[in-house]
């Protein structure tokens, strides 16, 4: 029991159910209650409007030539690897970062389940140049390996055994 009262535990647990809930509030709200199907754009500033977008594929609509069903696999797989790693590891930063990947990769992975693509809704753009369209669960994938790549490139001091 004295595992679960771990800070890292706790922190990761809380992170990653929020982004969960958020994103999922968020594109009901969005989809179920307002009725968007798609297309619908709403502009906010001259560099970003909300729009609905449906992403086919997986990160930036890499692997968009596979069925829904090979995608969902992919995801499970990555997940439950994402899992035991969270299990193994004990530092905050990474379980907290672990835990963000898993949470925004489950909403998007119920998104692909419920409406069989991944419903994506802020758009940055300059001019010509347009980036990707997101939403919450991208951003808390995105903060999750900044996270991971921070504590790889700054390890945490270990005590010498």
């Known amino acids: ?90 530092g905050l930063l990474t379980r907290v970062g672990i835990a963000l990947v898993i949470g925004g990769a489950l909403s998007n992975a119920i998104d692909r389940v419920i409406y069989g693509a991944v419903a994506d809704f802020f758009h940055f753009y300059v001019g010509n140049f347009s980036w990707y369209v997101f939403n919450i669960a991208d951003v808390a994938i995105t903060f999750g390996v900044v996270l991971l790549v921070a504590d790889v490139v700054w390890p945490r001091r270990r005590a010498d055994t």
């Open 1 to 90: 029991m004295r595992a679960v009262s771990q800070p890292s535990v706790l922190w990761s647990l809380f992170l990653g159910a929020d982004v969960l809930i958020l994103d999922r509030l968020h594109k009901y709200i969005q989809i179920d209650v307002f009725g968007w199907t798609g297309g619908e754009v709403v502009p906010v500033t001259s560099f970003f409007d909300y729009i609905l977008v449906w992403n086919t594929g997986i990160s930036y609509g890499l692997l968009g030539g596979l069925t829904p069903e090979m995608l969902l696999i992919v995801m499970g797989i990555a997940i439950v690897a994402l899992a035991f790693w969270w299990a193994k590891d004990e």
